[in-house]
């Protein structure tokens, strides 16, 4: 199995600068969710095996900003790899980079939503093969999916790949080491 990141090509906006001349705060919350909704809303795998039907639900975010950003005509990386799967959740390294850089790091815990109740539930077998494709560690990856009683052969792998809103956006990806320090450099190579 490949396991690597899921990449998100986003502009920043004249309107998303505050008074200090940067990128506002509150507006990087915003390339967060924009890049966890591309991941499980948008991704090719996700559309075709219809997974989080009723949606999910952002649990918890836990932000370092690194850096600055300033507005530039250059697109930034919104990098997304999963570090853990639970029952319902599952929890998102995002990281921001433009350049190299990581002006951003995240760790957002997102989790399934029943539609009925409104409440958590279980992660299905599908969503649980998906999720594994983007674990940067291979062997977290094989861990999550054995905790699965679903086969590969009963379920569509996903096919993991750069998600861009054209290909003229396209980034390169390669696995990105989650790590409980920060790091001020953006980690992304061709896997």
Do not use: K
Not at 49 to 55: Q, W
Not at 127 to 141: K, N, Q, V
């Amino acid at each position: 199995m490949q396991t690597g990141a899921h990449v998100l090509s986003c502009p920043t906006r004249w309107s998303d600068v505050d008074e200090n001349g940067h990128i506002n705060n509150a507006r990087l919350v915003g390339y967060i969710q924009e890049g966890i909704y591309d991941l499980l809303r948008h991704h090719e795998t996700a559309v075709r095996e219809s997974l989080f039907p009723s949606g999910f639900i952002i649990a918890r975010h836990e932000i370092d900003y690194l850096e600055q950003l300033h507005h530039r005509p250059e697109p930034l990386s919104v990098l997304l790899t999963v570090e853990r799967l639970g029952r319902s959740s599952v929890r998102i390294e995002v990281n921001v980079c433009r350049d190299g850089m990581v002006f951003m790091r995240a760790r957002t815990v997102v989790v399934a939503r029943d539609r009925e109740s409104g409440r958590s539930r279980a992660l299905s077998p599908a969503e649980r093969i998906f999720l594994s494709a983007f674990m940067a560690d291979a062997t977290r990856a094989q861990a999550a999916l054995a905790a699965t009683t679903v086969t590969a052969a009963t379920v569509t792998a996903p096919t993991v790949a750069v998600q861009a809103t054209t290909p003229a956006q396209r980034v390169p990806v390669g696995a990105v080491t989650p790590s409980r320090r920060p790091r001020r450099r953006c980690h992304a190579s061709v896997g």
